[in-house]
């Protein structure tokens, strides 16, 4: 997959899961602006995928969410695993997680 397909998957999983961390947890935009101290156009603008949030804010967000960055991120390897061909999934290297799967 070439960068700019990733760097775009990525931009459109950040809006994504920024919008169903914000609705999960019951805050409007208006509200994640003004906990984050930002404009609301901030938000909406990452939710809609039109502007990158920057990353100090994404964690600010991570925060009042009550999530982790990484748990922010969890099914961002899926996603792209998703996107990719298959020849290239089949060659990906096996995670530690898989090696320890019950049996």
């Known amino acids: 997959m070439d960068v700019e397909r990733q760097e775009a998957l990525l ?7 920024l919008t169903e961390q914000r609705e999960r947890c019951g805050i409007t935009q208006s509200n994640l602006a003004r906990l984050l101290g930002v404009d609301i156009n901030v938000i909406q603008n990452a939710e809609s995928g039109v502007e990158r949030i920057a990353a ?10 009550g999530i982790s960055l990484r748990c922010f991120f969890r099914d961002y390897t899926n996603a792209l695993r998703a996107e ?16 320890q ?3």
């Open 56 to 65: 100090h804010q994404l964690y600010e967000a991570c925060q009042v969410f």
């Open 101 to 103: 799967a019950p049996t």
């Open 84 to 99: 990719a061909p298959v020849e290239t999934q089949l060659k990906a290297p096996v995670t530690q997680e898989a090696e």
């Open 11 to 17: 931009n459109q999983f950040v809006a994504t899961q």
